[in-house]
């Protein structure tokens, strides 16, 4: 179980975040009397400086607020209703097991499903002991690509995930592209950094479909439609190649597939490109002209646009842009994307391989719950994942949760909407009750997390949870760690050297090259051969029309608008969604409201073929013409027809990874 100290009087006590946000902030945490009384900045992080967001500071009520999970429950009323009665966690656990057990002896392992994303948590709550359990039963394997799957994969194939551009870098950039990204949403501590750079001279360049306060003090805003990031990209490659602006040498040095990207790009004009985004051809044009004449320049790839039809060539083309512009080899140049695969931490703890099992997209869950399979689904264990309120097509996610003959666990730290339809609810730790690593993947840094406060209630982490399902399914090997404390101390022990040494000292850990790496300098490509692979054949045999393809807009003339749900400064993903606030609204550009008969505050009604969601509406010019905006993370409690956004998304793939494809729903709004 976690360990902290008693407290009798009110002390500061450090730890560090790790939910899923590229800072992963040291956090000062006030306690009185064994209770948080606040959450605040550390000072020991160059990048954190005292400051935090706005999420983290009401954690607090996520620990001691009434939606807390605080002792195991068993359902005791129908599936949806909430109804639960306590149990002791022996109970819990023996009737986990034995509902796993009846599942192997009738359809096999396989039925077994784990359903988990681990964006907010670090090396012990994710993918150790829980990895051990569900290997070593030969569950099912579940492929979590409900974010950053095409992003990760295009970054792997062109340049083996090579550590990018950080904050601290970012002053030092004369051109700043900012693509698919908000800052003010997620990742704040990039803010400070992006002003420094303005300041300097810098010019930025937002490339999204609202008018975020970010792309208001930008010195060009391209509010392209959703799903049409490609078509811009292309249209700045053909301008580079077309006008003798692609850096020639560096490219026959480092690069490979360069003729075959060219060619891609060839047919798109800028007037064609304008045609297909609704940005300008002229704004098009000096967006380019600012890219190829501007040296360092930086693009910062977000993950916005990847959650569509062309998610996957939309982030190739785009960080391929610093290769074809030779933009790498400066201090403040080159790309900048997840730098979570920087630390060449192999998880060798892991002593179980992955078995031969089947391999189940957790986008497609609904599907899975409610269409035959073989065998089918018959256990479904939740944890660090709340797929009622975030996996796509919501409404068939939920016909599947409501089956009788489906065994749902959920390990969870709050009563989420998933834990509503539950046969079993787990009370998981908190960051701020449990040891962790948090891993920066924007500025670079790997800090040990410790608990701040014993546990609430009965709670246990998820090391000591699934430590004892593997002890009692009897399959513990000898000297494997059984809960927090051992686990912890396992990896350590096999985390690199200096970085061992560092969060032993109580440091953030940082790599060889001090967090700062000069790409092309200090870090170069992991590919197989070193190389930029600029049109990867493995992706194009992947993708149905083949690389750098673009895929018309889906929208018809029955639903014509292009609803997109982006993160915002009130949950991380559906963390915090339980909390209260201002009623969630529905954004709607003027010209598109005046068409429909619409005004600022109007009860409106958001359908199409799969179903239908019930706001607020919010007339605004800060959203383009034909695209409407609601944010992701929402419950289901805090819509007038409980459903969400997802209850309108498709459950289609990208076009290679298999992401999600959130902003391909297209919709019709109309007055309730």
């Not at 400064?569 to 209260?580: A, D, F, K, V």
């Not at 609601?630 to 793939?653: C, E, I, M, Y």
């Given at each position: 179980?976690?360990?902290?100290?008693?407290?009798?009087?009110?002390?500061?006590?450090?730890?560090?975040?790790?939910?899923?946000?590229?800072?992963?902030?040291?956090?000062?945490?006030?306690?009185?009397?064994?209770?948080?009384?606040?959450?605040?900045?550390?000072?020991?992080?160059?990048?954190?400086?005292?400051?935090?967001?706005?999420?983290?500071?009401?954690?607090?009520?996520?620990?001691?607020?009434?939606?807390?999970?605080?002792?195991?429950?068993?359902?005791?009323?129908?599936?949806?209703?909430?109804?639960?009665?306590?149990?002791?966690?022996?109970?819990?656990?023996?009737?986990?097991?034995?509902?796993?057990?009846?599942?192997?002896?009738?359809?096999?392992?396989?039925?077994?499903?784990?359903?988990?994303?681990?964006?907010?948590?670090?090396?012990?709550?994710?993918?150790?002991?829980?990895?051990?359990?569900?290997?070593?039963?030969?569950?099912?394997?579940?492929?979590?690509?409900?974010?950053?799957?095409?992003?990760?994969?295009?970054?792997?194939?062109?340049?083996?995930?090579?550590?990018?551009?950080?904050?601290?870098?970012?002053?030092?950039?004369?051109?700043?592209?900012?693509?698919?990204?908000?800052?003010?949403?997620?990742?704040i501590h990039a803010a400070p950094y992006l002003k420094q750079a303005q300041d300097a001279g810098s010019r930025i360049v937002a490339i999204d479909p609202r008018t975020t306060n970010t792309a208001k003090t930008a010195d060009l805003h391209l509010p392209v439609r959703p799903g049409t990031d490609l078509a811009l990209a292309l249209a700045v490659h053909r301008h580079l190649f077309e006008e003798g602006l692609a850096d020639t040498a560096f490219l026959e040095m480092h690069a490979t597939g360069v003729e075959r990207l060219r060619e891609r790009a060839g047919e798109w004009t800028f007037d064609r490109a304008a045609e297909v985004t609704g940005v300008p051809a002229a704004d098009i044009a000096r967006f380019a002209e600012w890219f190829a004449s501007t040296s360092p320049a930086l693009v910062r790839c977000g993950w916005g646009l990847e959650r569509n039809r062309n998610g996957g060539s939309a982030t190739l083309a785009v960080l391929a842009l610093p290769a074809v512009g030779g933009k790498f080899g400066v201090r403040g140049g080159g790309y900048a994307m997840s730098n979570s695969a920087s630390w060449n931490i192999a998880r060798t703890w892991l002593t179980t391989p992955e078995p031969d099992a089947r391999t189940i997209n957790m986008n497609r869950l609904g599907r899975v719950l409610t269409e035959p399979m073989e065998p089918p689904v018959s256990v479904l264990f939740v944890y660090n994942c709340n797929p009622a309120a975030t996996m796509p097509d919501q409404?068939?996610?939920?016909?599947?949760?409501?089956?009788?003959?489906?065994?749902?666990?959920?390990?969870?730290?709050?009563?989420?909407?998933?834990?509503?339809?539950?046969?079993?609810?787990?009370?998981?730790?908190?960051?701020?009750?449990?040891?962790?690593?948090?891993?920066?993947?924007?500025?670079?840094?790997?800090?040990?997390?410790?608990?701040?406060?014993?546990?609430?209630?009965?709670?246990?982490?998820?090391?000591?949870?699934f430590g004892e399902l593997i002890a009692r399914m009897g399959m513990r090997q000898e000297g494997e760690p059984e809960g927090e404390l051992e686990m912890l101390l396992r990896v350590m022990d096999e985390l690199p050297e200096p970085i061992r040494r560092d969060i032993e000292a109580g440091r953030a850990a940082t790599p060889p090259w001090n967090g700062a790496p000069v790409q092309f300098v200090d870090v170069f490509p992991r590919t197989a051969d070193g190389k930029i692979h600029l049109f990867p054949e493995t992706l194009d045999r992947e993708t149905p029309l083949g690389l750098y393809r673009y895929q018309p807009d889906p929208a018809s003339a029955e639903y014509?608008?292009?609803?997109?749900?982006?993160?915002?400064?009130?949950?991380?993903?559906?963390?915090?969604?339980?909390?209260?606030?201002?009623?969630?609204?529905?954004?709607?550009?003027?010209?598109?409201?005046?068409?429909?008969?619409?005004?600022?505050?109007?009860?409106?009604?958001?359908?199409?073929?799969?179903?239908?969601?019930?706001?607020?509406?919010?007339?605004?010019?800060?959203?383009?013409?034909?695209?409407?905006?609601?944010?992701?993370?929402?419950?289901?409690?805090?819509?007038?027809?409980?459903?969400?956004?997802?209850?309108?998304?498709?459950?289609?793939?990208?076009?290679?990874?298999?992401?999600?494809?959130?902003?391909?729903?297209?919709?019709?709004?109309?007055?309730?």
């Open positions: 179980m976690s360990v902290a100290p008693t407290h009798r009087t009110e002390s500061t006590l450090q730890t560090a975040c790790p939910l899923d946000c590229p800072d992963a902030c040291t956090v000062q945490v006030t306690v009185r009397d064994g209770r948080i009384t606040s959450i605040d900045g550390g000072y020991d992080n160059d990048v954190t400086r005292g400051y935090i967001c706005a999420k983290v500071r009401r954690f607090p009520e996520r620990v001691y607020g009434d939606a807390r999970a605080l002792h195991p429950m068993v359902r005791s009323g129908p599936k949806g209703r909430a109804s639960f009665r306590r149990v002791s966690w022996d109970e819990a656990l023996d009737s986990i097991v034995e509902r796993i057990e009846q599942a192997r002896a009738r359809y096999g392992s396989e039925s077994i499903l784990p359903f988990c994303y681990g964006g907010s948590n670090g090396l012990l709550t994710q993918d150790a002991g829980d990895a051990l359990f569900f290997r070593r039963l030969g569950a099912s394997r579940l492929q979590r690509t409900v974010c950053a799957a095409p992003t990760g994969a295009s970054n792997m194939a062109l340049y083996g995930k090579m550590p990018s551009v950080t904050y601290q870098d970012y002053p030092h950039a004369r051109l700043i592209v900012l693509w698919g990204i908000n800052p003010g949403a997620s990742g409404q068939r996610v939920l016909r599947g949760l409501e089956r009788e003959d489906l065994f749902t666990v959920v390990f969870d730290q709050v009563f989420t909407d998933t834990a509503t339809y539950a046969d079993v609810v787990l009370p998981a730790t908190t960051f701020l009750e449990h040891y962790d690593f948090a891993r920066a993947y924007g500025p670079l840094s790997l800090q040990l997390g410790r608990p701040v406060i014993d546990p609430v209630g009965e709670a246990r982490s998820n090391a000591d949870v014509p608008l292009a609803l997109i749900s982006p993160a915002t400064e009130r949950t991380i993903s559906s963390t915090l969604g339980e909390l209260s606030r201002p009623a969630i609204k529905l954004v709607m550009h003027p010209d598109d409201a005046s068409a429909r008969g619409l005004k600022d505050g109007d009860d409106v009604r958001v359908f199409n073929e799969r179903g239908e969601m019930r706001c607020p509406l919010q007339v605004g010019a800060w959203v383009r013409t034909g695209t409407v905006v609601f944010p992701k993370g929402v419950w289901r409690k805090q819509t007038a027809s409980s459903t969400t956004s997802n209850s309108l998304v498709p459950d289609t793939l990208t076009d290679f990874a298999g992401g999600a494809c959130f902003n391909d729903a297209r919709v019709q709004v109309q007055k309730v």
